[in-house]
């Protein structure tokens, strides 16, 4: 199986100083032309998927900045005007969204997209996000991910039971913890069955729905070691499953800054990470991220390690990654604060600098080592990155062998070489 | 007079006959293409909102609304996904309310209907709440300022804190202020209580109906709802229209020569402001629209060329959208 590759659409790119370059375009807002340069400019690197992340809420302020927030179906039904062959994944929260809706406007993008839509559910946290469906704070816990896992129950079923062209659909009767389904859908069926699921999440229930239910995962690593662990661990779930575990894809998330040269990869790295920064209170950005008024301490001191709180808000993941990284690299409270301010999510990823040769050899490097079965490409600008990407790195990981020259198919359980859901059972949880 | 045509998404299950269908339409002057939700029995392909989305990429000056449900789930989606289809259309996007489940989801939400009372007030208030979030950026507030880092203005970005037995929703809209403003909305008229409905919401309302005289009263009623609502000028009334029978709505000729005269008298008659044309998708519908009744009942836009066609604008209501209405 080839080396699967993804790209993570934004407007300017993910870092978060990459729309204040001076090549970003922010004279038109949104800037569509962006988001379909990006998806065309991958089909062409053959890209198996670009991903649409989403959360349903405004973001206030300045410290993640990502681009214009739109609904992605929207955007993928647009995308499909412009695109033949590369899937599209669709994020959707399952705590502040019902199935039957979604079932309906998936099931009718997968058929304008002709079979190359993947689904990204995600249990989405977040009192502000709550706040606009209705309840006045997040979820707790552990109903997040049980709704999240019945969500997809009943999506499946929805499907199964719709019609094709010519038959009618069946009513399903659903009556879960989370939800009372008695329908129909009056959309044909999905190409396949169902569109592919996707998962993001590191956390213990996460990495159990996806075993479950994922034909592929998002991940984020930041040393080899801790990325192969991940990845034998999704491996091992999945099995326990009792599915094959090359039937649940690893894709790991990298940030590569590509230049000519190593200096201007380096350079380019610098000033993003500098226009993100320049007038940012980085250390009150680290107090909220860590639920712990951090500005009395010494900024050249280290962390107070043995005073900061169990987090229980919206970045769990990210606090725990700084604080772990501040500890094993020694950071100072400034050198910390720094680093979970600049780059938005590329701390949350492994970063890639140099030339394209080098950013394929550490691309081979890592797939070699079982930390994944591909990459998802989090461009740091946009559209040089993928248009450098494309040019430059993929005929590399081509000549090697190790990515695909052209589409063998052309809806994503081509791309994935995974066997559609009217061809495997059902797996109950 | 304004012309608009209301086709199912459950009409075509190729995405090329879907495209030259709307360019066809669009060229022969129809002001706006309405996408329903299929109620037949058989499955259909496609939803409106998702279709519209692929039809703005191959579509250039026409309006394109889609039906969205005005009852479930919530009305921040459907927010959301209007907004991203004007900005999809730039500015050319409208929301055809929809305040009739169908059968097949009735028990399929966490909130189901007790009574179409209840679904007035439901349908109210999720419009309420779908308004004032499209008008929760003031204009330009998405104007990104790469020296002072501020990627918009959120000083110009407002909640809209709205609370009711039904809904909570603290906004902002997370999509920025669409190009029109906001989509435009188009609102059935069945009775008198649609008319109530239009007469607050509506920047277009359509009177479906397969009689002439009942066609008269609620032209009446909308009129008088429409002065009750302080809107005067502000709502384009279309009268539904249709080459084929048993569809709901006025017969008329299938000979175009007849039929536009027929269309005209019969909107002249109601004091409405042109026609929405029910079709079939046939090639034989399709001919007698865009060859028959399009060219002869439209005029070319008077819109210079370098202005933004909204579908507002198109309609000639640029002006008087107003935002944020509360009913009573």
């Known amino acids: 199986m080839p080396m699967h590759l993804s790209l993570n659409l934004s407007e300017f790119g993910r870092h978060s100083g990459a729309w204040r370059h001076d090549v970003s375009d922010v004279s038109r807002m949104p800037n569509l032309e962006a988001y379909l340069h990006a998806s065309v400019t991958a089909e062409r690197g053959i890209f198996d998927q670009v991903f649409i992340a989403d959360t349903p809420v405004h973001s206030r302020g300045r410290t993640s900045v990502t681009g214009t927030r739109l609904d992605p179906f929207e955007m993928a039904a647009a995308i499909a005007a412009h695109t033949e062959s590369i899937g599209i994944i669709a994020t959707i929260s399952t705590s502040y969204n019902e199935p039957l809706d979604v079932a309906r406007r998936a099931a009718s993008t997968d058929n304008i997209l002709g079979g190359r839509l993947g689904v990204n559910y995600v249990a989405s946290t977040g009192d502000d996000t709550a706040r606009n469906f209705g309840r006045e704070r997040q979820l707790p816990h552990d109903h997040r991910y049980a709704r999240s896992n019945e969500f997809i129950e009943v999506v499946t079923e929805l499907w199964a039971a719709s019609g094709r062209a010519g038959s009618t659909a069946q009513t399903i009767e659903h009556h879960g913890r989370f939800f009372d389904v008695t329908a129909a859908l009056e959309i044909t069926q999905p190409v396949a069955g169902r569109p592919i699921i996707v998962q993001a999440g590191s956390s213990p229930e996460g990495r159990d729905l996806a075993a479950r239910w994922a034909d592929a995962i998002y991940a984020g690593g930041s040393t080899l070691e801790r990325a192969q662990e991940y990845y034998a661990d999704i491996k091992a779930r999945a099995v326990a499953y009792g599915r094959d575990p090359d039937s649940v894809k690893v894709i790991l998330g990298v940030m590569p800054f590509i230049g000519e040269t190593v200096e201007e990869a380096y350079d380019l790295q610098n000033t993003l990470d500098g226009n993100h920064v320049e007038g940012a209170d980085t250390i009150a950005h680290l107090s909220k991220l860590l639920e712990f008024d951090l500005r009395p301490f010494d900024p050249d001191g280290p962390l107070p390690f043995d005073q900061l709180p169990e987090v229980t808000s919206a970045s769990v993941s990210q606090a725990t990654l700084f604080t772990r990284m501040a500890r094993e690299e020694g950071l100072t409270l400034k050198e910390t604060a720094y680093r979970s301010y600049v780059g938005g999510l590329a701390n949350m990823q492994f970063v890639l600098t140099g030339t394209a040769v080098q950013i394929a050899d550490e691309m081979e490097r890592w797939y070699e080592a079982k930390t994944c079965d591909g990459y998802a490409i989090v461009a740091p600008i946009l559209p040089k990155t993928i248009d450098d990407f494309v040019d430059l790195v993929v005929p590399e990981l081509q000549r090697r062998g190790l990515t695909r020259d052209h589409y063998e198919g052309n809806t994503l359980y081509d791309h994935f070489g995974a066997k559609t859901p009217r061809e495997i059972a059902p797996v109950s949880g | ?328």
């Open chain 2, 1 to 328: 007079m304004i012309i608009t045509t209301r086709l199912s998404a459950g009409l075509y299950a190729d995405l090329d006959e879907w495209s030259s269908v709307a360019r066809r339409i669009e060229t022969s002057g129809v002001d706006a293409l309405v996408l329903d939700r299929e109620t037949g029995p058989r499955p259909a392909p496609f939803e409106p909102t998702t279709l519209a989305g692929y039809l703005s990429q191959v579509t250039e000056t026409i309006g394109i609304v889609a039906e969205d449900s005005a009852l479930y789930p919530q009305p921040y989606h459907v927010a959301r996904r209007l907004a991203t289809l004007d900005h999809l259309t730039e500015g050319r996007a409208g929301w055809r309310l929809g305040t009739v489940g169908l059968t097949t989801e009735a028990r399929g939400y966490e909130w189901v209907s007790p009574s179409a009372s209840v679904d007035r007030v439901r349908a109210t208030e999720f419009a309420e709440i779908v308004l004032e979030l499209w008008d929760s950026w003031e204009e330009g507030a998405e104007r990104p300022d790469k020296r002072a880092g501020d990627f918009h203005d959120d000083s110009r970005i407002h909640p809209i804190d709205y609370r009711s037995t039904s809904f909570l929703v603290r906004g902002p809209l997370d999509v920025p202020r669409s190009p029109q403003g906001r989509p435009a909305i188009t609102v059935d008229v069945r009775d008198a209580d649609d008319a109530e409905l239009a007469s607050i919401f509506a920047d277009v309302a359509v009177i479906r109906t397969d009689s002439a005289s009942t066609a008269t009263e609620l032209a009446a009623k909308l009129v008088d709802a429409i002065a009750g609502s302080g809107r005067e000028g502000e709502v384009r009334i279309l009268l539904a229209v249709s080459d084929l029978d048993r569809t709901g709505c006025l017969s008329v000729s299938a000979e175009p020569g007849e039929a536009v005269r027929e269309i005209a008298d019969a909107v002249a008659a109601i004091g409405a402001h042109g026609a929405e044309v029910v079709s079939d998708g046939s090639l034989e519908s399709l001919d007698w629209l865009c060859d028959g009744i399009a060219p002869a009942l439209t005029e070319p836009t008077s819109l210079p060329a370098e202005s933004p066609a909204g579908l507002l604008a198109r309609l000639g209501l640029a002006d008087a959208a107003r935002f944020g209405r509360r009913a009573a």
